[in-house]
T-cell receptor, first 115, second 114 residues
Framework: GAGVSQTPSNKVTEKGKYVELRCDPISGHTALYWYRQSLGQGPEFLIY????????DSGLPNDRFFAVRPEGSVSTLKIQRTERGDSAVYLC?????????????FGPGTRLTVL | AQSVTQLGSHVSVSEGALVLLRCNYS??????LFWYVQYPNQGLQLLLK??????LVKGINGFEAEFKKSETSFHLTKPSAHMSDAAEYFCAVSVNTGGFKTIFGAGTRLFVKA
């Protein structure tokens, strides 16, 4: 079946602009996660949804970052007033439920470049 | 708070040699531990996971890892490296602290020489 998909695959924007990154999880997966991966680093947790609600958003770096999942499926990560330091690969993952032992299935990521 | 340390950002082995990638974790509660692999231009893929059952965990592609609580380690091994094993490997820890945050290590890039 289809895996996790993310769009766009690449996004180039200018400092100060607003961007939206989209994640389509695997059908039936109730848990959805966003991570940010900078060059040479491991994925850094941003936020996790169980259904429509953000169960843990402690990884969001500041109030310029916001994510939604209005119908419990597709999620959008929104970044306002982008800064050059926001440049990274943004990864989305989904799992059947939020249990700790559940495997997370990752999408290919969106590479964001802020000029 | 939980954390993960991967010793060695780069590891190079010859084809057919033992692969050993080191991971140490810190957690105040019993952890769940994972190894993920990232091949070039591909997404992360689960290799194996420890969820408090057997301490020796077998994964895909001949990899295995042993959970050692006394050493707070979860090292990844493979008896004989193959060229196709060249990739980035990430160790991760997840604990139930009211949320289900997963913390990843910085990664170890494995090079396999012919």
């Amino acid at each position: 079946g289809a895996g996790v998909s993310q769009t766009p695959s690449n996004k180039v924007t200018e400092k100060g602009k607003y961007v939206e990154l989209r994640c389509d999880p695997i059908s039936g997966h109730t848990a959805l996660y966003w991570y940010r991966q900078s060059l040479g680093q491991g994925p850094e947790f941003l936020i996790y949804f169980q259904g429509t609600g953000a169960a843990d958003d402690s990884g969001l770096p500041n109030d310029r970052f916001f994510a939604v999942r209005p119908e419990g499926s597709v999620s959008t990560l929104k970044i306002q007033r982008t800064e050059r330091g926001d440049s990274a690969v943004y990864l989305c993952a989904s799992s059947l439920s939020s249990g700790n032992g559940n495997e997370q299935f990752f999408g290919p990521g969106t590479r964001l470049t802020v000029l | 708070a939980q954390s993960v340390t991967q010793l060695g950002s780069h590891v190079s082995v010859s084809e057919g040699a033992l692969v050993l990638l080191r991971c140490n974790y810190s957690s105040s509660v019993p952890p769940y531990l994972f190894w993920y692999v990232q091949y070039p231009n591909q997404g992360l893929q689960l290799l194996l996971k420890y969820t408090s059952a057997a301490t020796l965990v077998k994964g895909i592609n001949g990899f295995e890892a042993e959970f050692k609580k006394s050493e707070t380690s979860f090292h990844l091994t493979k008896p004989s490296a193959h060229m196709s094993d060249a990739a980035e490997y990430f160790c991760a820890v997840s604990v139930n602290t009211g949320g289900f945050k997963t913390i990843f290590g910085a990664g170890t890039r494995l090079f396999v020489k012919a």
